[in-house]
């Protein structure tokens, strides 16, 4: 069984947005808009930047089998 939480940093993130994107095709998003964007994610855990790794709680509910 899962725990109902997992920890996900930056760079986790950022391999969930460029893993399944073609080789020839464009970024979903661009590495600048990326690190903007990875500020205000590590900002929606109060906790996240006390972590040894910065990493953003979030529930894994959809994962659990």
Same mark, same amino acid.
């Given at each position: 069984? /899962?725990?109902? &939480?997992? *920890? $996900?940093?930056?760079?986790e993130q950022w391999a969930?947005? $460029? #893993?399944? $994107?073609?080789?020839?095709?464009?970024?979903? /998003?661009?590495?600048?808009?990326?690190?903007? &964007?990875?500020?205000?994610? /590590?900002?929606?855990?109060?906790?996240?930047? #006390?972590?040894? *790794?910065? %990493? %953003?709680?979030?529930?894994?509910?959809? /994962?659990? $089998?």
């Amino acid at each position: 069984m /899962l725990p109902a &939480w997992k *920890l $996900v940093t930056n760079k986790e993130q950022w391999a969930h947005f $460029v #893993e399944d $994107v073609p080789p020839c095709e464009p970024p979903v /998003l661009s590495r600048d808009d990326f690190l903007g &964007w990875a500020e205000a994610y /590590l900002d929606s855990d109060p906790h996240a930047r #006390e972590r040894v *790794l910065p %990493a %953003a709680k979030t529930p894994s509910g959809p /994962l659990v $089998v």
